[in-house]
C-alpha cells in the first residue's frame, strides 16, 4: 500500500519559512521523481517543484529564488523549503509520487500566510 503523508504546514506570517515534509512507503523511493504541487480556494493545482531520481530541481517561475526542494532518499522523504512566503502562496501543498506512468498523491497540507 502506497501512502504519502505530508507535514509541516500552518500559519506563518508573510516573509516567514516553513519546511515541508513528504515521507513515503509502499515504493522504491529512490526510482520515482518527486513533486510538490498546491491548490488554493477556487483555483486548479498547480506545479510547485519537482525532484527527478538524479536529483535535477526544477521550478514554478513565481517560488523561483524562495523554494528549495530536496531528497533524502535514506529517509524516503522530499522536503520543500519555504522562504520568504507571501500571501499568495496561501494553499493546501499536495506530494506526489510518479515513475513511469504510475503516480501517487498524498493527502496535502494546509499553508496558510497570513499576518
Known amino acids: 500500500q502506497v501512502q504519502l503523508v505530508e507535514s509541516g504546514g500552518g500559519l506563518v506570517q508573510p516573509g516567514g519559512s516553513l519546511r515541508l515534509s513528504c515521507a513515503a512507503s509502499?515504493?522504491?523511493?529512490?526510482?520515482?521523481?518527486m513533486g510538490w504541487y498546491r491548490q488554493a480556494p477556487g483555483k486548479q493545482r498547480e506545479l510547485v517543484a519537482t525532484?527527478?531520481?538524479?536529483?535535477?530541481?526544477d521550478y514554478t517561475d513565481s517560488v523561483k529564488g524562495r523554494f528549495t526542494i530536496s531528497r533524502d532518499n535514506a529517509k524516503n522523504t522530499v522536503y520543500l523549503q519555504m522562504n520568504s512566503l507571501k500571501p499568495e502562496d496561501t494553499a493546501v501543498y499536495f506530494c506526489?509520487?510518479?515513475?513511469?506512468?504510475?503516480?501517487?498523491w498524498g493527502q496535502g497540507t494546509q499553508v496558510t500566510v497570513s499576518s
Open positions: 509502499g515504493i522504491i523511493f529512490s526510482r520515482n521523481n
Open positions: 506526489r509520487a510518479e515513475y513511469g506512468n504510475t503516480g501517487y
Open positions: 525532484i527527478n531520481r538524479y536529483t535535477f530541481t
